[in-house]
């Protein structure tokens, strides 16, 4: 065996192969020692988050997203870019039983296949945060931004994928979400146009939504804006004419004179003007502002900031001889419709109302103001007491030739009293008259009302 073994020199052999083996251990050690490293921004997976929803009706609402890897192991193998991919991080949260709130939770570590020690994560634990989370659904609210093209206007945005937004989170948070909000530019825009439209969520004090859990399912919307071509157009009225005032014989102030208008183009094309109505010169105050609605065609609309009412103004001319003259009437002839079965008693409060004449000069100096009377018509049964306002109208005898009763709403006030004390049948207006017995002597004063 010893000559065999000589021979062969078996013993050289297994020798030769141990030594380089070592050599190799040595040189492996050198060149490709064992090492510490980290690795850097590895992502956070969460796992058991169905199991956490099932069993407890709770969701991750935020958690640490990524964390850094500390391993050991063969230089060779821990700077391998392939094997820094390999390394991974899950939390599991199907063991959270303690309801809602914020864990810190040790996470697992896996390296793959490779011959990598994985020591620890920095942080050494993630902070997950589990609430329940409902869903509610938020208005959209978009506005227009910028300046159209010269003669035309943005109308209101019209979403047109969806007015409402449906939005996620924990109840408490969901609270403080009032609606979902966007804006849209405009410029230089001429015709109506569709475009995209970022949102964001706003509470009621039109603050925008920050810190929060709350999710939206779309942060985009599709919006409509119309724009609209813009009109000024004038304003007018139609006179007709009374006994003593013409149409000639005044001039028309309307404030404001036009308004601008938005619309279809074609419907605007068609508009030279705005009738407010017609005004009677027999009935009209001259001086006295009468305020009218301006009555828009269909299909447009009033500008932002234009009235919807005018004022409309008429003068008589210079040299026009008509004038007008305002009088005090403090004769008042009360009827109560009710008659005797009236337990009541009605006083007038209103010492004079104020009504105005029109004519020449010379034929109003001729008036005879103690001609002029109100004639007042009420049921004091179905009034019953109390202070009250009733309509009143003007009845005069005697005028004058070419002088006219400007007609007018009088308003005049009576209180109705349970008692019938002081009878007055129709004298003082300062007294008790006692209803249903005035008004015969002072309708038979009266005469023929005009």
């Known amino acids: 065996m010893k000559q065999f073994m000589k021979k062969h020199d078996l013993w050289l052999r297994l020798l030769s192969l141990f030594l380089a083996f070592v050599l190799w251990i040595v040189v492996r050690d050198i060149e490709n020692p064992s090492k510490r490293t980290t690795v850097n921004d590895v992502e956070v997976k969460i ?52 309801g809602a709130g914020e864990y810190a939770l040790t996470p697992q570590i896996s390296t793959g296949s490779y011959n990598v020690d994985a020591l620890r994560t920095d942080p050494v634990t993630v902070r997950v945060l589990v609430d329940k989370v409902t869903t509610t659904t938020v208005p959209v609210r978009i506005e227009t931004t910028g300046t159209t093209a010269e003669g035309s206007r943005a109308g209101t945005p019209e979403p047109t994928t969806t007015k409402e937004v ?32 970022g949102i964001s969520l706003y509470n009621d004090a039109g603050e925008p939504i920050t810190g929060t859990h709350v ?39 309307i ?68 004038s007008t003259r305002s009088v005090q009437v403090s004769k008042f002839v009360p009827t109560d419709t009710a008659q005797e079965e009236t337990p009541y008693t009605v006083s007038v409060l209103t010492e004079s109302v104020e009504i105005e004449l029109r004519g020449s000069e010379s034929a109003l100096e001729q008036v005879d103001v103690n001609a002029l009377s109100v004639g007042l018509t009420f049921d004091s049964v179905s009034l019953g007491t109390g202070t009250h306002k009733v309509k009143g109208v003007i009845a ?55």
């Not at 988050?49 to 230089?75: C, F, H, K, R, W």
């Not at 005049?412 to 009293?417: A, W």
């Open 47 to 98: 796992v058991g988050a169905d199991q956490l929803y099932s069993e407890y009706g709770l969701s991750v609402i935020e958690y640490t997203t990524m964390v850094d890897v500390v391993v050991e192991g063969p230089n060779n193998e821990i700077t391998d870019r392939a094997f820094q991919k390999k390394v991974a991080v899950t939390v599991d949260v199907s063991t959270l039983t303690d």
């Open 166 to 197: 449906t939005i996620s989170g924990p109840a408490a948070e969901l609270q403080e979400v009032a609606y979902a909000y966007g804006t849209i530019s405009v410029d230089d825009r001429s015709s109506t146009f569709t475009g995209e439209c």
């Open 215 to 253: 999710t939206c399912q779309t942060d985009t919307i599709t919006v409509r804006v119309p724009i609209y071509p813009i009109e000024s157009v004038p304003l007018k009225v139609t006179l007709t004419d009374g006994e003593t005032l013409k149409q000639e014989q005044v001039d028309v102030s």
């Open 255 to 322: 404030d404001p004179a036009a308004v601008t208008l938005i619309g279809d183009q074609n419907t605007l094309a068609g508009i030279t003007e705005i009738n407010l109505g017609t005004i009677d010169l027999d009935t009209a105050r001259t001086g006295v502002a009468i305020e009218m609605e301006i009555p828009l065609p269909e299909g447009v609309r009033l500008d932002s900031g234009q009235p919807s009412t005018a004022k409309v103004t008429l003068t008589v001319k210079e040299e026009e001889n008509v």
């Open 396 to 450: 005069a005898t005697g005028l004058p030739a070419g002088v006219t009763l400007v007609e007018e709403d009088v308003e005049v006030e009576i209180e109705i009293t349970g008692t019938a004390e002081d009878g007055n049948a129709g004298g003082d207006v300062s007294a008790d008259v006692p209803a249903g017995e005035a008004g015969d002597g002072a309708a038979a004063e009266s005469g023929d009302g005009v």
